[in-house]
Structures are given as C-alpha cells and as structure tokens.
C-alpha cells in the first residue's frame, strides 16, 4: 500500500506529525501540484500553549484539539493516515508504520515529529514526575492535581494532609510558570467550599529552577515582574535548585528534601527518537542538525522541521516555540515547490513575532520587541492572541466562554478524575486504595 | 476513621453512589439533622442521559458531568469521599471501603449504586460489544466508532472497508435508538469530507432487537413511528433476532451472520454486585427486591433506590430511569427524617412525567400521558428537558452551544480517538497494527 495514490504521477510529499511544523506544512501545499500524505499517531491537532489549561482543569480536551482531517478537509490534494512512523529508510525513500505493513514511499519528507520532555537521564524519574507534552500527560496530571485533594479528605491526619497539598513543579520555562500559577488559585477559589476537612487554602505550590532566574528565555525585568507576580499569588520559587532525587515522597534538591507526593516535570525536551534514524548529527537535544534550508545533510528531499530540528535563522538559534515550528512546516513547504519549480531554495528566515507567557488571573508578561508589556494589559493581550490561534470557530468560542465563566465564578469547568494510574504511581497509589474508574 | 465527623452526635447516613439517586437523597437531606457521607469511586456525577451523545462524539465528558463536591458544596453536613464500596457489614453497620481500612459507620444506609449492562450469561462478549453505562463506555464505544473508520481509509480492499464501516447495535431500547439513530448523520454528513478513499455514506448501521419491536417501553404507535424514522434514517432493524454469538467478526442471529467489526451492547441491565450483600431476595436482574417504603426486608434503617432496587409503586414496577432513581433517592432520605421524628414511613409512589427517545435530526417521540408527541415537536422539546436538568448553569449553555453548532454545521465538536483499546479487543487491534496514543 502506498501512502498517496499509487498510480499518481505527482510527487509525493510525505509529512510526519500533525502538530504546527507539520499542519502548516500540508496547508502550504494546498492546490499545489503534490500528493499529501500527513501521518501521526493520533487523530488530531493538539493546539499545545492550551495544554497546561488542561492540566489544571479550565479546558476540556476537546477544546484544545480539531480531527487532523477536519483541517485538511479542504486540502483534496492531502490523505491522512492514523498511524505512528516506526522507521525512515533514506535510501529507499519510504516510512514504515507501526503495522510493519504499511511502506509509505516518498518523494519529499517533512519530519515534524516533535520532542518529549526529558529526565537528564533520570527516566526513573518520569513515574513520579509527569511532564506535558501531549493530551495524556495533561490528563494525567489533571488526574493527580485533583485525585491528590480527594486523597488528602481521607486522610486521618493533618501532617498526612499536608504532603498530599504541596506540590512541586520542576523546571520554570513558560510552561512550569503557567502551571505553578494556576495551582494557587485553583486551590483556595475554586475547591475551597468542597472540601469539609481539607483547608485548601493550605496547598503549597514549590516552583524549583535550575538557573539562577525563572523564565530564562526573557529578558531580566519580564521575568523579575513575572517572579514577583508568582510570589503574590503564593507559588514558593527555589532558583539554583538543581534537582538530585524524585521519588514517591518527595523531590530533593541536593541535601535539602521538600516531602510532595504531587511533582510536574517542565525542565527539559528532548525530541522524537525518529530523528536518530536520519544518520544525520543532533544536537544535547537529539534535535537534527539541519541546513539553512530546514533539510538533512546529504538529502535534500528530506526536511525536519519544528520541535525536531535544530534550526538557525542568521546565524541564531530558531526556539523551539509555536511560531517556530508554524513558519518552519510553511518554509520546508515551499522548498519543495521552488525545488519542483527548479528554482533555488531559500534559507529559513525565523520571525520572531514576540513572546508571552501567562502567570495567572490577570497577570502576564509579554516582550513584542518594540514594545514590552505586563499585567492585565498583558494578561487580555495573551488571551486574544491564544483564542485567535485556536484552530475552528467552534473552538474559539467554547474557549472563550469556559475563559469567561472561570473568571467571574473562579470555578473550574473540567474537574474531572479520569484514567487509570500510569507508572509507577500505580503500586503506590493502588496501596493506598485509591484507584478512580472513569476515563475521560 | 469514619465517615462522618466522628464525634458527632447527629444521626450518620452513609449515601453509596453519586449517581440520580444518590445525589437526591443527599441534597433532600441538606439542612436535616444528620450527617451525610457520600461515596462514589469517581469524582463526578453522570448526566446519564446524554451519555449517547458522549459516545458520538457530540458532546465532550466534561459536558454531562460535574464534580460531586462541587453539586453538594452548598449541603455543608455532607462530606464526599472518593472510595469504592467493596463490603456491607449489616450487622456491625459498616461499610468498607477498597483500601480495606476505611470501614464508615452508618445509622441509616441508602444504597444506589446503579446498574451494569449484562450479556445474558455471555460475558466473553463484552470485550467485543461494549455497553454504554459509564464515561468510561462512552469514551471506549466513541474510540471504536471513530477508529473503524481510520481503519477503513488505511485498508486496501473494498471488502475490508466494508466490514469497518458496518456497525451493528444490540438492544432497540431508549439507548440503543438513540445510539443507532445518530450514527448513520455522522457518517452521512459530519464525516463526508473528510476522508479521501473511504465513502463514509455507504455506513450501515444494523439494529438488533430480540423481541417483536423496537422500544417496547413505548405504546405501539410512537414505537412505529420511532421504527419508521430510523428507517429513514438508513438504519436496517432486525426484530426477533436473538443474538446467538458475538465475536471479532461479527454478530451471528441464529444462522445468520453480520459481518461487522464494531458492535455495541444496549440490550440487558444487572444490577450492581453490592446487592448480593444485602442478604435479602434479588430479583433476575440482580436487583434487591425492596419494601414498598424503599427498605429492604429485616433492616429498616437499609434503603435500596434507583436501578440496583426492584422496587413497585401502587403494585406496578417502577422502571428503571432517571426519574425513579431521583424520587426514590428523594423518598429514602425522607423516610429516614420520618423515622427520626417519629413518624410512620410512607411507601413509594412514583410519578411518571413522562416518557422520551430520541431518535435523530429533528426525530424524537414522547409519551406526557396526557398526550402523544413526535417529529420536530419532540425533539425540540427534548432539548429543552434534557438542557434543563443538566446540572450547572454553565453545562447547559456549553451543551447548548454544542447543540446549536452540530445543528446547523453537521460537525461534531468532540472527535478524538482516545484511550487504548481494551480487553480482548486489544490483541485484535494491535495484531492489525492499530493503537492510538491519546486517552481523553
């Protein structure tokens, strides 16, 4: 079976991921004269900066993510395939999936796969210490953020209590600050009048770095505003913190030991194992070291791009954010086109338009490069921004209500317990009796 | 530990299960001079009704379902515990829990604990035709339904597209209609554009009903009319069809095969395996036979209400619907207060507000006991009953929404393969090479 249709005389155009590189991608060559084969392993876009709103229980899943085909509907030139690539043969030109059936051949490929956290080569550590990188990691920690408050109603004891309402979230990129600043407010608003034995006005919330600041990726005074907005909202930050141990107990930090049954991993990517079947070098990262236009050393017709791909723009490194992985799928696109148009190909221009992160109700940072603003200007700026991305009407607008009804009511639309215990976690958690039977 | 406050002088009621019933009882007893326990071995509290709707895709979980503490926040002597019942101790007045150390005393026990699906002693078939109770089933028959046909647009063959979008439901009532019923539109329409090799208008949907007619809770001429609509519909139904054998295949009817690789159970209900504890009579279905005021026989202070009760009402039998289940947990609770003030109980009486179904696109039929309704009337008047007793302001409006958009696009807002396949059905998928990656 072939991944476009066989007897086709176009070129295939074979993309790998439907995340940002890979979507942009297939859009870039809508009504272009190419066959489109889009694989991924699931069966839709996950707009990824919403994640963590997941995680903390403003959003449902649905409202963050479209089927990869109801994007690519209007595509016609464009097949997707439910599948995950298992192997890249170069020489052959073709991607196996996971059936071992499926040889999908190509004539150009876009590898837009993505990264995963990383545990500094501590995976041990990923039981105890869930990241966020996909709709499951997300749920799991919705799963453990919640289950550990029900936990805490059964206990018995106060110092019990306690250790089920401390949490530490590890690492304090964007996506650790987001995290560590909705804990607070989730938990002495939203659960405060549901619980009868539990003051959740108790729950701490630890935000451990390894650097000496947090948000290292902004400038000093964005990230010092961001600091001091965390501490008021009462999120504890350890900087120069370098995490040595996570266990079931607790995470320590050299000899100093913070007791927390509840840690979220946020401190490292490392990106999808397909990019070492490239023979090509990577980075600290595994990110593939590609040429100024986004393809592999020694074969043009094949492009990485996004999260997978360590890119420069001029000399400087591409970030490997939304907007980096969006322009990259379109650039590595057009290569092909100019490449099929047997024109030259173009070097990856990145443009940076900005960045922003959100610390809570009302607070955010943002750097615009002219300008740089904080705040609830800020703060309404980021949610304009993040509703305007948001992919279909449908999404826009329940997203924007749940927004609107979690604001004026400080209540949570999505606090559901759902799956099963992942790893580890499970003996521990089973131990205690707490298994929950839904999954959703 | 016990369940209430444990030097609280006040009468301990203990509510098993956060489902209709539960919940009823618990919010009848707000402000009463008890102490409440209520435990569910999940956080939320199921709309069961638009379960369905869950299962296709059209609503998300988070839609039908609300955290338990959250409904109960406002009825300050209840506190909600997030266990699992495992043992009754009618002597000692216990309930234990699954860790086997909790075990909650009671003075007054309401058991309302709900019901399974049952396969009439086949239960090997359940990992072929999953049942629609929980989320959890929903979640399962909405994954199985959206993967046949991701399976069919990677399959080779016409014939192997067939069997993946053959789809067979057992069972023709309330919920087997409304399962059947929407299916054909989602195929026909939400899923037409999307996919490249695969004509989603040639689904057949299969309705399998073991007696004489479909929906045989209904009188005869709303059941004809429902017949009549699904048949215009697209959906095949088959009366008098006892199904003999369920397997990877499909459905054998005596002699007869279907060939489908997707069938779903709506046909036989046990209630919950709590009931054999009570060392009182069950009736065929596993449900405790009750006195008439909701007790079971030699245990007054023991109250059993919803679908794990076979209770009668003015010697007919009450049905095993929402609304027996919300007066019958409404009645324990106030026949436990009687008991305290001492008053004489009162026996149950049901009242039947009517009875819906609905069928499809603007296809319903309602029984008001003062009048027959169908067609657009109904279904429009569906509508506005279920959006009227989802429980939270904000869940009726997202619902709402939902509603309006899927009406007017023919989308569906929630199509998201998620979780990993389960029981047998796991070997088959992952020997044909399909698992998905998101649970959600």
């Known amino acids: 079976m072939t991944g476009a249709a066989p007897a086709s005389p176009l070129p295939r155009v074979v993309i790998l991921g439907g995340g940002f590189g890979g979507m942009h991608a297939a859009r870039a060559l809508r009504r272009a004269p190419v066959s489109v084969t889009l694989i991924d392993r699931t069966n839709h876009h996950l707009f990824q900066p919403l994640l963590y709103q997941v995680a903390t229980a ?46 999908v051949p190509y004539d150009y490929l876009v ?38 408050f029900e936990l805490a109603e059964r206990c018995e004891t106060d110092a019990g209590r306690a250790a089920h309402q401390s949490f530490v979230v590890v690492g304090a990129g964007p996506t650790g600050v987001e995290l560590a600043g909705m804990l607070p407010e989730l938990a002495r608003h939203a659960f405060h009048r549901d619980f009868r034995r539990t003051d959740t006005r108790r729950t701490r919330v630890i935000l451990v770095e390894g650097g000496p600041r947090i948000l290292p990726g902004f400038v000093p005074s964005l990230a010092a505003r961001a600091h001091r907005d965390l501490e008021e909202l009462g999120v504890e930050i350890r900087t120069n913190a370098v995490v040595t141990r996570v266990d079931g107990e607790g995470v320590s930090i050299g000899a100093e030991r913070i007791a927390s049954r509840t840690v979220f991993w946020a401190a490292g990517n490392r990106a999808s194992s ?20 986004l393809s592999i050393p020694g074969h043009p017709e094949v492009f990485v791009v996004g999260d997978a791909a360590a890119a420069t723009s001029e000399g400087r490194p591409v970030p490997g954010v939304a907007q980096g992985a969006m322009q990259g799928g379109v650039h590595a696109a057009r290569n092909v086109l100019r490449t099929l148009r047997g024109e030259p190909r173009r070097p990856f221009r990145y443009w940076n338009k900005g960045e922003l992160a959100t610390i809570g109700r009302n607070r955010a940072i943002g750097d615009l490069g002219f300008m740089r603003i904080a705040g609830t200007p800020a703060w309404v700026f980021w949610i304009f921004l993040h509703i305007m991305y948001l992919v279909g009407f449908r999404n826009r607008l329940v997203v924007f209500m749940q927004w609107a009804w979690a604001y004026f009511t400080y209540q949570r639309g999505s606090r559901l317990i759902t799956g099963r215990e992942r790893g580890e976690e499970e003996a521990r958690l089973r131990h205690t009796g707490e298994h929950t039977i839904e999954r959703g």
């Open 58 to 103: 403003a959003l449902s899943p649905s409202d963050i993510t479209v089927p990869i085909r109801w994007v690519l509907r209007g595509v016609h030139n464009a097949t997707v395939l439910l599948g995950e690539a298992r192997a890249i043969d170069l020489a052959a030109r073709t991607v196996t999936l996971d059936d071992g059936r499926h040889a």
């Open 111 to 148: 590898v837009a796969t993505g990264a995963r956290h990383a545990y500094f080569g501590h995976d041990e550590w990923e039981g105890h210490a869930p990241g966020l990188k996909t709709l499951d990691d997300a749920l799991e920690i919705r799963r453990r953020f919640l289950l550990s």
């Open 274 to 293: 397909l990019t070492r079947q490239l023979g090509v070098p990577l980075d600290k990262s595994g990110r593939a070291i590609v040429n100024p236009d």
